[in-house]
C-alpha cells in the first residue's frame, strides 16, 4: 500500500510535498497525478470547484482515503507510510481545521482547547490555574480577546473559529517537538464569516505563519486567496491544473484555470418552454437565514436552478420557502393565492402547492428504517383511508407502482429504506412528493451522492413533472447538473440574487463563472 | 428509462426465501420462549404449573400489567417516555377507593374522574415536554414522583378498601372460561391498539413521529400535537389500569402499584424484539408480559423467593434492549 518504492529523494525545501497522488472511487478517477507542495512558513491556497479532487485530496493528507499505490508524501523531509494514520499525521505535524470545527458548544473554550491532550495524557491531576494561564497566554500572543472560561456556545462563529485554528496550532506545537513548524489545513474556514471576522481570521493566520508554521487555506473564494496566500494550487476534475504565485496572478487568469475553457460537450436539456407565458408563482422580499432579500418569479412547468458559494444563500431559500426553516419576512402567490412566508408552517406550505425535498436524505427526507411503503404513502395517507381503516395492500400496491415507474431498484416496497442505494432511496423520495403533484416542487442538491444512472433518471422525473405543470426550484453546487436540468439559473453571492443566466448562457462554465465573479467586494469589481 | 443496472443481479439473486424464514423466527421467536418455559416448567412441577387454574389466575391477575404496557408503548411509539404511568395508575385507583369507598360518590363517577385525572397528567406531561422543550425521561420522572406524593396526601398513607362490589365483579369476579374479565379487557384494548397503530392515519403519523421527527415535521404532521395526544393516551389507559387495578383488590394501596413501572418498560421492550420486530407493538408487549409472568410464576412454584421477580423484570428488560440492538444490526445495509 505505501508508495515506499517510489521515494523521491529527501526534500528540505518543503514542508508537505506530495507526489503522484491519485484516488479511484469505483471506476471514477477523482485524483489523477497530482504534486502539491507546501513550502516552509507560506500560506498556501487550495482551489477549485466542487468535484475538482480538493476534498479528495484533504482527506488523503488526513488519512480519511487509502490512495492509490503509487504515490507519495513527504512531511519535513520524512516520508510518511501511504496511507497516513490520523495519528502519524499529528506526529508529522499536519493538523486540520474542518468547516464544522469539532468543537464542543456546551463546554469552556479552555476544555475545548485542551480536549486533545485530555484525550491522551495519562496524567492524573490537571492544574486548571495553570491550564488557564497558558490559554491567556496564547491568546495573547495572537492577540486574541478569548476568556478561557467562556462557555463555546456564547462565542460569536468567528470567535469559533479563531479557537478551532488555536487549538490545531497548539495540537501540532506540543505533539511534535523534532520536526519545523507544523502545517495547519484550514478547510473552507470563511464562507460563513462576516468581512470583518475574515480579516480577524487572516491576522490569526499571519501570526501562525509568523511563529514559524506553514498553513494550506482551502477555499472557493478567490479573492480572499489571493489576499491571503502566496502560492495557490488549483484543481479542476482530479487533475492539477497549475500552481501560481497568487500575487502575481491576475484574478481573471485563477478563474480561468479553476473553471477551465473546454467547450461543452454535451447537453440534455428540453427546450425552455412557454417563455411568454406569465409567471404562475412569485416569491417577494424573501428573508431568513443565509438570505437577505430575494426576489424572483417561475413559470408553470419551468425548471429553475439556484447557484452560488457556499454560504451565499442559493442552499437556503428552498427550505425557506417550504417552511423547514422559519423566513423572517417575504410572500409567494402561487397562482393568485398570496401566503406570507413568516411563520409559514411545512404544513401550511403543503397546504398551498409546495414540496420540498431536503438534501439530508436520511435526516430529514425520509426514515431509513421504516418501509419504502410506509415512506412513499406518508403525505397520500387519507386516500388509503377505507370503512375498515388504512388498506395496506393498497399502500404497498401503490408504492410498488410508483417504484416501477421511477425504477426504483430493487422494487420490493416492504424494503426499509436504508437497503437502497442512495440514487434508489432519492428516487423514491421523489416520487413520494411527484405523487401529490404539487405545483412548486423545491429540490436541495437532489443528486448528491447519487450515482450517474440514476441521475439521469431522476432529470428525466423532473422533466415530466415539469411538462405536467410542476414548477421545479433546484438549489445545487453541480454547475453541470443545473446545466443539464434548469431553463435558468440565479446565481446568489450573500444572500441576494446577483446574476440570471438564461438559454445560452445556462452552460457549466458561465454557472461556475458567474458564481465565482459574484465573490468579488464591491471596490474591486470595477 | 433503460434497465441496464447492476442493481438486476442483486434483485435476481436476493434470497427471499432465507429472509422471510429468519424474519419467522424473529416475529415467533418470543412466543416460542414462552411455550419453552410454559414446558420446562410444566415438566418439572405438572401438578401444580401445567392447571388452568394456574394459568387463568396468571392470565387474570396480569392483566393490569398489560393495560399498563399498553399505555407505555403510545408514547415509546411517538419517541417519548412516559415514567409516570404506574404513578398515574396508582393514583387513578385510589381516586377511585376514596371518592367510592370514604366520599360514598357513586362508582361510575368516581372512575369517570380517575379517567379525567389521567388525561389530565397526560396534559401536564406534554405542556411541560412540548412548551419548555424538556426531555420527556426528566418531566415524567418528576410529574411521577409529585402524583406518588399526592397518593400518599389523599389516602393519609393508608391503604383504602372497601371499593363497590359492582367494579370488583365487573373486574374480577366474573369469568369467562375460567378467566377474569379483566382479561378479556386487556385483549380487547390490545387489539384496539394494535388496529389504531396499524390501519389508521394518526397511527401511522404516531410511529413517524417516532422514527424521525424531523421527517415527519417537513412532511406536514403537526408533531407538536401527535406528541401531545400521545401523552394524553397513556394518561388516560394508565388511569384505566389503574380502575381495573382498584376493582381487582377491591381497595387501593398508595404503594404497592408502583412497582409495575419496570415490568411494564421490560414488557415494552420485550414485545419490540417480536411479532413486530424493531416496533412497539401490543400483541408483541402481550406475549411479553405473559413470557415473563410465567417464568416467575414457575420459579415461585419451585419454591424460589420473590426476588425472582426482580431477576426476571430487570434482566428482561437489559437482554430486551440489548436483542432488539442486534435485530436492527442484523438489517440488510445495501442492495445494489
Redesign the interface.
Request: proline content about 9%; overall charge positive; hydrophobic content about 35%.
Given at each position: 500500500m505505501t508508495g515506499g518504492a517510489a521515494a523521491p529523494p529527501r526534500e528540505r525545501a518543503a514542508a508537505l510535498a506530495a507526489r503522484n497522488l491519485s484516488k479511484t472511487f469505483g471506476g471514477a478517477k477523482a485524483l489523477q497525478g497530482v504534486d502539491f507542495t507546501v513550502g516552509f512558513g507560506e500560506v498556501h491556497g487550495l482551489l477549485g470547484t466542487n468535484g475538482s479532487g480538493k476534498s479528495t485530496l484533504i482527506k488523503i493528507l488526513s488519512g480519511y482515503h487509502a490512495p492509490d499505490p503509487g504515490g507519495s508524501l513527504t512531511l519535513f523531509g520524512e516520508t510518511a507510510a501511504l496511507p497516513i494514520l490520523p495519528t502519524e499525521a499529528k506526529r508529522h505535524g499536519l493538523a486540520f481545521v474542518h468547516q464544522h470545527l469539532g468543537l464542543v458548544p456546551s463546554l469552556t473554550v479552555l476544555e475545548n482547547l485542551r480536549i486533545g491532550d485530555f484525550a491522551a495524557e495519562r496524567r492524573w491531576r490537571i492544574d486548571w490555574a495553570r491550564e488557564a494561564r497558558d490559554a491567556e497566554a496564547i491568546f495573547s500572543r495572537f492577540g486574541l480577546a478569548l476568556d478561557p472560561s467562556a462557555e463555546v456556545s456564547t462565542l460569536s462563529p468567528v470567535e469559533r473559529a479563531l479557537l478551532a485554528i488555536v487549538r490545531a496550532f497548539e495540537d501540532v506545537r506540543r505533539t511534535q517537538t523534532d520536526v519545523g513548524g507544523g502545517i495547519l489545513v484550514l478547510d473552507e474556514p470563511t464562507p460563513f464569516l462576516p468581512k470583518a471576522g475574515v480579516d480577524q481570521l487572516f491576522a490569526l493566520v499571519r501570526g501562525i505563519v509568523a511563529a514559524g508554521s506553514s498553513v494550506v487555506f482551502v477555499s472557493h473564494d478567490i479573492d480572499e486567496v489571493r489576499e491571503i496566500t502566496s502560492r495557490a494550487t488549483i484543481l479542476r476534475d482530479g487533475r492539477l491544473a497549475g500552481t501560481v504565485d497568487t500575487r502575481e496572478t491576475p484574478r481573471q487568469d485563477l478563474v480561468d484555470l479553476i473553471i477551465g475553457r473546454k467547450v461543452e460537450t454535451y447537453r440534455i436539456t428540453r427546450a425552455p418552454t412557454g417563455d411568454a407565458a406569465p409567471p404562475a408563482i412569485r416569491v417577494r422580499n424573501l428573508a431568513g437565514a443565509g438570505v437577505a432579500d430575494v426576489s424572483f418569479s417561475l413559470r408553470r412547468g419551468e425548471i429553475l436552478g439556484l447557484a452560488g458559494l457556499i454560504g451565499s444563500g442559493f442552499s437556503d431559500a428552498p427550505a425557506l420557502l417550504?417552511g423547514?426553516v422559519p423566513a423572517t419576512s417575504g410572500s409567494i402567490t402561487i397562482e393568485d393565492v398570496t401566503v406570507p412566508l413568516a411563520g409559514l408552517t411545512?404544513?401550511a406550505a403543503?397546504?398551498a402547492g409546495m414540496a420540498?425535498l431536503?438534501a439530508d436524505r436520511l435526516?430529514?427526507?425520509?426514515?431509513g428504517?421504516?418501509s419504502v411503503a410506509?415512506n412513499i404513502t406518508?403525505?397520500v395517507?387519507?386516500s388509503?383511508?377505507r370503512w375498515?381503516?388504512?388498506d395496506?395492500r393498497a399502500m404497498l400496491a401503490r408504492a410498488g407502482a410508483l417504484g416501477a415507474e421511477h425504477?426504483v431498484?430493487?422494487?420490493?416496497p416492504s424494503?426499509?429504506l436504508?437497503?437502497?442505494?442512495g440514487g434508489?432511496q432519492q428516487k423514491v423520495l421523489l416520487a413520494k412528493w411527484l405523487q401529490t403533484a404539487p405545483k412548486l416542487l423545491l429540490l436541495d442538491e437532489p443528486t448528491q451522492g447519487v450515482d450517474v444512472?440514476a441521475r439521469q433518471?431522476i432529470y428525466?422525473a423532473l422533466d415530466l413533472a415539469a411538462r405536467a405543470g410542476t414548477s421545479v426550484v433546484v438549489a445545487s453546487t453541480d454547475y453541470e447538473q443545473l446545466s443539464q436540468i434548469a431553463g435558468r439559473v440565479l446565481v446568489f453571492a450573500k444572500g441576494r440574487i446577483v446574476a440570471e443566466l438564461v438559454g445560452g448562457d445556462v452552460t457549466k462554465e458561465r454557472i461556475a463563472e458567474a458564481c465565482y465573479r459574484s465573490a468579488p467586494p464591491v471596490e474591486e469589481a470595477a | 428509462?433503460s434497465?441496464i443496472?447492476p442493481?438486476?443481479r442483486?434483485?435476481a439473486a436476493?434470497p427471499a426465501g432465507g429472509v422471510s424464514l429468519k424474519a419467522n423466527a424473529e416475529r415467533f421467536g418470543l412466543l416460542a420462549a414462552w411455550a419453552g418455559v410454559v414446558a420446562l416448567f410444566g415438566a418439572l412441577s405438572p401438578e401444580a404449573f401445567l392447571t388452568w387454574i394456574n394459568f387463568s389466575t396468571m392470565f387474570s391477575s396480569q392483566a393490569i400489567l398489560v393495560v399498563l404496557t399498553l399505555g407505555l408503548i403510545i408514547p415509546l411509539t411517538a419517541g417519548d417516555f412516559d415514567l409516570s404511568v404506574a404513578s398515574t395508575m396508582v393514583l387513578s385507583a385510589m381516586t377511585v377507593a376514596v371518592l367510592n369507598a370514604l366520599h360514598g360518590w357513586p362508582v361510575g363517577a368516581a372512575i369517570v374522574v380517575a379517567l379525567g385525572l389521567g388525561f389530565l397528567i397526560g396534559l401536564i406531561n406534554a405542556a411541560f415536554v412540548l412548551f419548555f422543550r424538556i426531555h420527556s425521561l426528566i418531566v415524567t420522572l418528576g410529574t411521577g414522583t409529585f402524583i406518588n406524593g399526592t397518593v400518599l396526601w389523599i389516602s393519609g398513607s393508608q391503604t383504602v378498601g372497601g371499593v363497590s362490589m359492582a367494579l370488583v365483579d365487573w373486574v374480577i369476579v366474573q369469568r369467562v372460561f375460567g378467566i377474569s374479565l379483566s382479561f378479556y379487557y386487556a385483549v380487547i384494548l390490545c387489539a384496539a391498539l394494535w388496529?389504531f397503530l396499524?390501519?389508521?392515519?394518526p397511527g401511522?403519523?404516531l410511529?413517524?413521529v417516532g422514527?424521525?421527527r424531523?421527517?415527519a415535521?417537513?412532511?406536514?404532521?403537526?408533531v407538536d400535537r401527535v406528541r401531545l395526544l400521545s401523552f394524553i393516551g397513556s394518561g388516560v389507559i394508565a388511569a384505566f389500569a389503574g380502575v381495573l387495578y382498584a376493582g381487582t383488590t377491591g381497595s387501593a394501596d398508595p404503594l404497592s402499584g408502583l412497582t409495575y413501572l419496570l415490568p411494564a418498560f421490560a414488557a415494552a421492550f420485550l414485545g419490540a424484539t417480536s411479532i413486530v420486530p424493531?416496533r412497539f407493538n401490543p400483541w408483541g408487549s402481550f406475549v411479553a408480559v405473559y413470557f415473563l409472568v410465567s417464568g416467575i410464576t414457575g420459579l415461585t412454584i419451585l419454591g424460589v423467593d420473590t426476588f425472582v421477580q426482580n431477576l426476571f423484570y430487570g434482566g428482561g428488560l437489559v437482554i430486551a434492549v440489548a436483542l432488539s440492538q442486534l435485530v436492527?444490526k442484523r438489517?440488510?445495509?445495501?442492495?445494489?
Open positions: 417550504a423547514a411545512p404544513r403543503q397546504a420540498l431536503p435526516g430529514s427526507a425520509g426514515i428504517n421504516l410506509d406518508l403525505p395517507l387519507p388509503f383511508r375498515f381503516g388504512l395496506r425504477d431498484r430493487p422494487n420490493v424494503l426499509p436504508e437497503a437502497l442505494s434508489n444512472g433518471q428525466a | 428509462m434497465a443496472d442493481a438486476v442483486s434483485r436476493s388496529y396499524e390501519y389508521t392515519s401511522r403519523r410511529l413517524f422514527r424521525g424531523e421527517v415535521r417537513l412532511s406536514g404532521i403537526a424493531g436492527r438489517q440488510p445495509q445495501n442492495f445494489s
